[in-house]
């Protein structure tokens, strides 16, 4: 009686969700406003064709869901597990609660001191571009040359889709922290934005995820294995960038893992509120970046793969039916965010920048280097200042970085090994884990797209996990009292070869926007920038209008020349502000060779980035 009463409330309480659903997707077009006189850009365009289907599709999977709810809960006792216990697959497989607290707290503490110096560094490029368009908003001169603020609304923030660099989910949750965090300043040389404040999202999620790894290889049996990994992961170079980073990279940090154990209690125990957060767990990863499709396809391979292994247990009999239910679920809270960036990816797609990528193969050098060493291969024709590709170490201390590249490696196999002769569920995770890389690889050489090193990133919890696997084998070998210092050892040599990187990223910034900007202008402040009376600033190649909006944009030589004019007629000082110097002299030559004359110009400050292309320069006019 109690089930069938269960059942009913369900019926009722998803039925009363699809009306609802279906009385949005009506009154949709009312419910996303635009202003009167306001020109409708194309993402709000995009979301009212698209999120009312999208929630009608919802409103009837809802409502099919409800018909056939008793065919979804068959097998199992309404919400209760389905044949398996709750407890552990290898329960003698602990570790003692006060030495799992102990080296999780130090994993927690090593992670706040690496990224502490980095939460108030200058946003790169990327950052900037995300503040200004999915965050905060942006300062503009308006037709009556004052500088107006235009905010980014919560809509803009989950449905503005124009590239790639809007991860929806993180933009949402860094919006969310600034409103709550950021406090508007007089202070003429404070900035209208808290790179802090945008950040700490993402360093949440990279705690958590020093836990998450641990729990996940504990679910595998493996629970030193995961303390090493906790470990490895607060000392990556990765780790240390991302989770001091306003994007949504550190957010799938913690995502990935979490999506795993979900699914694989689910799978042990078939308990609901497993695969119910696995569904959810799925919708985030994808709304958060895209590209977790290839993980999200690995993942669920790994699940049918699994089910299809125990498809002759009469006990097991539910799980097909509830992972599914958990995938709809995953595609319903999906549909209405990620369908109306369809129509928005696939125009960036067709331009230059994303297509071009003509061999995969440097990407997949690039990726794998940086989590094997944390730094890029390859060295840029015109190298940054503070970062060299691993080739010039190479060639300069070859015997070294063969040393330190190949116990890494070592103990990677090792981890691979160690699960490739485990259980079914061992072996087909491992597929799943290294799945990723491969298949973005192939999608990228079959459709020519330019693939960024950073988009092997997700893959780094994974590797973690295998590198700590490798080293909690090899300490197995030596007698128990000495496990901890063989343990200590085989983390040693990571941590020599990554600790170099995280000293400058926490010394660095990637892009030094703030610093170059306080070389052109002393007041920083847009509300009290004067722009009839302060000095002139000028922009071109890789433009950063969120550290100075009233900087002027220019694209010809003429358009400095006829600033230059003005600056000499007012008496006022006269700066450019430029960013990718190799760049600025092979796409403006005319412009570089004026500012390389120097009865004109003179050079105040060359600053560098991380990376050849955040290189910054800054002229002053004679």
């Not at 730094?375 to 010039?392: F, K, Y």
């Not at 170490?393 to 160690?418: E, Y």
């Not at 090193?453 to 295998?466: I, V």
């Not at 796409?587 to 050079?603: A, C, H, V």
Request: proline content about 6%.
């Amino acid at each position: 009686m109690r089930l069938r009463l269960t059942i009913t409330a369900c019926r009722w309480l998803l039925a009363a969700l699809a009306l609802a659903l279906f009385l949005i997707a009506l009154s949709h077009p009312e419910f996303v406003h635009l202003a009167k006189g306001r020109v409708m850009p194309p993402w709000l365009l995009q979301v009212r064709l698209c999120v009312p289907r999208a929630l009608v599709i919802d409103a009837l999977l809802l409502g099919l869901v409800a018909v056939t709810l008793p065919w979804w809960l068959r097998g199992g006792t309404g919400f209760q597990p389905v044949g398996a216990s709750s407890s552990p697959q290898n329960p003698k497989a602990r570790t003692p609660f006060l030495l799992t607290l102990a080296v999780l707290t130090t994993c927690l503490i090593a992670t706040l001191i690496q990224t502490a110096p980095r939460l108030s560094q200058s946003l790169w490029c990327d950052e900037e571009w995300s503040m200004r368009r999915s965050m905060v908003g942006e300062y503009r001169v308006d037709k009556t040359d004052q500088l107006k603020f235009y905010p980014v609304s919560w809509l803009q923030s989950l449905w503005d889709y124009r590239t790639p660099n809007n991860h929806a989910v993180y933009s949402v949750l860094a919006k969310a922290s600034h409103t709550v965090l950021y406090q508007p300043s007089s202070d003429p040389g404070e900035l209208y934005f808290s790179t802090f404040a945008l950040r700490l999202p993402a360093l949440l999620s990279a705690l958590a995820a020093l836990f998450l790894v641990w729990a996940l290889l504990a679910e595998l049996g493996l629970p030193r294995a995961g303390l090493i990994a906790a470990a490895l992961l607060a000392l990556h170079p990765w780790f240390v960038r991302y989770a001091s980073e306003a994007r949504g990279y550190g957010l799938l940090f913690s995502l990935w893992p979490l999506a795993v154990l979900l699914l694989l209690r689910g799978l042990r125990t078939g308990q609901w509120r497993w695969w119910l957060g696995y569904g959810v767990c799925q919708a985030l990863l994808l709304c958060t970046w895209i590209l977790q499709i290839h993980w999200l396809v690995a993942l669920n391979a790994f699940a049918v793969l699994t089910l299809w292994q125990r498809r002759a247990d009469d006990t097991a009999s539910a799980q097909p039916r509830r992972w599914l239910l958990s995938c709809l679920l995953g595609a319903a809270i999906t549909l209405p965010v990620l369908l109306p960036a369809v129509p928005q990816l696939q125009a960036w797609l067709s331009t230059g920048r994303a297509q071009g990528g003509s061999s995969q193969w440097p990407w997949l050098m690039d990726s794998l280097s940086f989590l094997f060493s944390g730094q890029s291969w390859s060295t840029a024709d015109d190298p940054a200042i503070l970062w060299q590709g691993r080739d010039v170490d190479w060639a300069t201390h070859g015997l070294r970085l063969a040393l330190q590249l190949g116990v890494v490696a070592a103990l990677f196999s090792l981890g691979v090994s160690v699960f490739a002769r485990g259980t079914a569920r061992h072996r087909w995770l491992l597929v799943a884990m290294l799945l990723p890389m491969g298949s973005i690889f192939i999608h990228g050489t079959l459709a020519s797209s330019v693939l960024l090193a950073w988009y092997a990133a997700p893959c780094l919890p994974a590797f973690a996990m295998l590198v700590a696997v490798g080293i909690d084998r090899l300490a197995t070998t030596v007698p128990p009292r000495a496990y901890a210092f063989a343990a200590l050892l085989g983390l040693a040599v990571p941590c020599t070869l990554w600790q170099p990187i995280n000293s400058i990223l926490r010394s660095h910034d990637i892009e030094p926007n703030l610093a170059a900007t306080r070389l052109t202008r002393t007041v920083l402040n847009p509300r009290l920038i004067d722009l009839q009376h302060d000095p002139i600033t000028v922009q071109f190649c890789l433009t950063r209008p969120g550290y100075d909006p009233a900087s002027i944009e220019i694209e010809t030589r003429s358009e400095l020349d006829q600033l230059i004019a003005q600056a000499r007629r007012e008496a006022r000082p006269l700066l450019v502000n430029l960013g990718n110097p190799k760049l600025a002299r092979d796409r403006w030559p005319d412009i570089m060779s004026l500012l390389n004359d120097p009865g004109t110009f003179e050079n105040i400050a060359t600053l560098g980035g991380l990376d050849h292309a955040q290189t910054r320069q800054v002229w002053r006019l004679r």
